[in-house]
């Protein structure tokens, strides 16, 4: 069946800019999650969510970072007012139930801020 | 916080050797693993898991050993293949399934 789809695959923002990156789960996957992974790095957590409930958001790296799944499905990362230390790869995940329960990735979402 | 750490940053085997890569992690309370592989572009791909109620688990050409007296996880690939070459992370399973990735060991496989 059909993975984690993320879109856009690459974007360019303008230091400043606001951007919204998108995650499609696995359908019927519970829970979902935001990983950055800067290059050389391994990915780090972001946030969590549990259907529609955000769980955690502990990594968020500050209040520029925003993100949703309103309807327990679809999720979007939004970044307000872009700044270099933004650029990176986005990582989507989804599991089926979330605990003990392998994640699933994304290709990711490069994001380069000029 | 926790952290997980991996004994070499690369690997260097000869195609049909078998690799070993390994990683320490620091939670005690952590109950579930999990191994991913990484090619260049593309996301982590689930390799294999394993739960702390075992000490040994295999799969297809690859198996994964849990000590969990030193906090320590290894990966063994048999018979590496030039496909095998890509970033190798262990990640232990945190509170709500979230996972903590290392720096990973990145395999290379001379033909």
């Known amino acids: 069946g059909a993975g984690v789809s993320q879109s856009p695959r690459y974007k360019v923002a303008k230091r400043g800019q606001d951007v919204a990156l998108r995650c499609d789960p696995i359908s019927g996957h519970v829970s979902l999650f935001w990983y950055q992974q800067a290059l050389g790095q391994g990915p780090e957590f972001l946030t969590y969510?549990?259907?529609?409930?955000?769980?955690?958001k502990s990594g968020l790296p500050s209040d520029r970072f925003f993100a949703e799944r309103p309807e327990g499905s679809v999720s979007t990362l939004k970044i307000q007012r872009t700044q270099q230390e933004d650029s990176a790869v986005y990582l989507c995940a989804s599991s089926l139930t979330g605990d003990n329960s392998p994640l699933h990735f994304g290709n990711g979402t490069r994001l380069t801020v000029t | 916080g926790e952290s997980v750490g991996l004994h070499l940053p690369t690997l260097s085997v000869q195609e049909g050797d078998n690799s070993i890569i390994n990683c320490a992690y620091s939670n005690s309370a952590s109950d579930y693993f999990i191994w991913y592989k990484q090619e260049s572009g593309k996301g982590p791909q689930f390799i294999i898991d394993i739960r702390s109620n075992m000490d040994k688990r295999q799969g297809q050409r690859v198996t994964v050993l849990l000590n969990k007296t030193v906090k320590h996880l290894s990966l063994q690939i048999a018979a590496t293949q030039p496909g095998d070459s890509a970033v190798y992370f262990c990640?232990?399973?945190?509170?709500?399934?979230?996972?903590?990735f290392g720096q990973g060991t990145e395999l290379s496989v001379k033909p």
């Open positions: 990640a232990p399973g945190g509170q709500g399934g979230k996972l903590i």
């Open positions: 969510f549990q259907n529609e409930a955000q769980l955690d």
